[in-house]
């Protein structure tokens, strides 16, 4: 528009485009800030149920028994501490449905500021339980940090992948899954009984997320908010050249200012969409399908049932009892490390690769866990449960929720977010649900649906998912074009004989 362009000469005059990269230290200190108070909190608080499983347990019988004179059975004690933790998947699925509306409302940012309202009331209540010999205090702190992470998860990779440059967006966005995978170590440390792990500390143990909630609300004010949103959704041209400054360390590149101009320019007029819009929207049929299909596989792919047999597995091995909890660290170390190299490689070798690749070989472990579960070698099953969970952070746990961010514009973006979130929960309820009938109905079969889900999700990408690694989100939409309306007339391309890039790969913020 004429508007646009009047902005974009006025910036070339008053902004002089550099070659220069500047330095990447905002953005870096951006990235930690919001991640340890965002991403960083699922990984953890899924780690630090698993020590207080038995004390909770006790406390939960103390209680009833305290108060009504009953004393519950395994069954009851059981079905309320399945409760307990299947609280935080429907917290997890709430969060996700409200993360796009607030995303919009109050912008990246400071959705993840008002987030640690639920982090800290989650805290306070789990704090308080014990002495007010109440059980119930844990279930709602449990929903309630479900609601934190549910909204973090959504929030933190769309704020990343606004605030990146083309080249580095890959490795940025990757980054959430890169604490996610820490806040799991992070945890499983915590836990020990030499810490918090033990029977006089686990109410400070639930309580002890609030301490990362803290650190974010006291650094992430200084940063500044998404550039695209300050552009495309607010209008304030000033604010986003401001924020691309602060995060770039130099003057504005001419062609980032032209990409984000454009689409402001295709998106103009439209307001943010809602999720069920998307789904009679035709020219986001194939982008909507594309990340139903993989966050559902994130959930249904099995890495997270892996660990139930984790324990198992070890102390066949030989591993004594006390020694269990030191070498369980190591399978969250192993999917850190994946991560890690994930996001080392993903912009080397790009998304499309390192999602067939991780479930193609999450499938060949699959099958030799499952022949292994017959034939019974115990230290075979260890190395196929560190395999596993490697290929798993090689590739969909990293690159999965990258997605969104390339696949969509700005108006569909909170929309489909909402929807991989909203998919992403549900599904890991139900397959926590449904996971001891699949062990006792299916016995050492019980793999054999999880490599099936790998198979014919690593087919799909093969067969739809384009390679989004260095290009603007013009040239995806135009590469979902021809599956949305396929045998129909094509749309006037602008641009057409555009030269595909390869974006620069800039190890120094390869977290």
């Not at 969104?404 to 397959?431: D, H, K, V």
Request: charged fraction near 15%; include cysteine; glycine fraction near 8%.
């Amino acid at each position: 528009s004429t508007k646009n362009q009047a902005f974009t000469y006025s910036l070339n005059f008053f902004v002089p485009v550099q070659n220069s990269r500047g330095h990447t230290y905002t953005l870096v200190l951006m990235v930690t800030s919001t991640a340890i108070g965002g991403t960083l909190q699922y990984g953890y608080n899924l780690a630090i149920m698993n020590a207080p499983t038995v004390f909770i347990q006790n406390f939960v019988n103390e209680t009833f028994l305290e108060r009504w004179g009953i004393q519950f059975g395994v069954y009851e004690v059981t079905l309320i501490w399945t409760f307990i933790v299947s609280i935080f998947s429907l917290g997890g699925f709430i969060g996700a449905l409200i993360a796009g509306p607030m995303s919009v409302r109050f912008g990246r940012k400071k959705t993840m500021l008002l987030n640690n309202v639920f982090l800290l009331s989650s805290s306070l209540l789990a704090l308080l339980s014990r002495t007010a010999k109440s059980f119930e205090m844990i279930i709602i702190s449990r929903f309630l940090v479900g609601i934190n992470a549910g909204i973090s998860m959504n929030v933190q990779p769309m704020y990343f992948g606004e605030s990146a440059p083309k080249h580095l967006r890959g490795a940025v966005s990757l980054s959430s899954a890169v604490f996610t995978s820490f806040g799991l170590v992070l945890g499983q440390v915590v836990s020990l009984k030499e810490l918090l792990g033990s029977e006089p500390c686990w109410q400070y143990l639930l309580a002890s997320n609030a301490i990362p909630g803290f650190i974010q609300l006291l650094t992430l004010p200084w940063f500044p908010e998404s550039p695209r949103y300050l552009l495309i959704d607010c209008g304030d041209k000033e604010a986003c050249l401001i924020a691309l400054q602060r995060l770039r360390g130099c003057e504005v590149q001419k062609e980032e200012l032209d990409e984000i101009l454009q689409e402001q320019n295709e998106t103009k007029g439209e307001r943010a969409k809602q999720p069920w819009e998307l789904f009679t929207d035709r020219s986001v049929r194939w982008q909507l399908i594309t990340v139903a299909v993989l966050s559902s596989a994130m959930q249904l792919c099995g890495n997270d049932s892996i660990y139930f047999y984790a324990s198992y597995v070890f102390q066949e091995a030989g591993i004594s009892a006390s020694q269990i909890q030191y070498v369980t660290i190591g399978t969250g170390m192993c999917e850190f490390t994946a991560c890690i190299l994930c996001n080392l490689l993903i912009e080397r070798l790009g998304r499309r690769l390192m999602l067939m690749g991780g479930y193609v070989l999450m499938t060949g472990w699959a099958i030799v866990f499952t022949v292994n579960m017959v034939t019974w070698m115990p230290y075979l099953s260890m190395a196929c449960i560190f395999t596993y969970i490697l290929s798993f952070g090689m590739g969909p746990a990293g690159v999965t929720g990258i997605l969104p961010t390339e696949i969509f514009n700005q108006t569909s973006r909170p929309a489909a977010y909402m929807t991989a979130g909203s998919l992403m929960w549900l599904n890991l309820f139900i397959i926590g649900m449904i996971f001891p009938f699949l062990v006792s109905g299916l016995g050492q079969y019980c793999f054999v649906p999880f490599g099936a889900v790998c198979l014919l999700t690593a087919l799909y990408i093969q067969m739809v998912l384009p390679e989004t690694k260095g290009k603007t989100i013009s040239m995806i939409t135009k590469e979902f074009y021809r599956l949305n309306y396929r045998g129909q007339v094509k749309m006037d391309i602008e641009g057409k004989h555009a030269q595909y890039q390869l974006g620069e790969i800039f190890h120094s913020t390869a977290l």
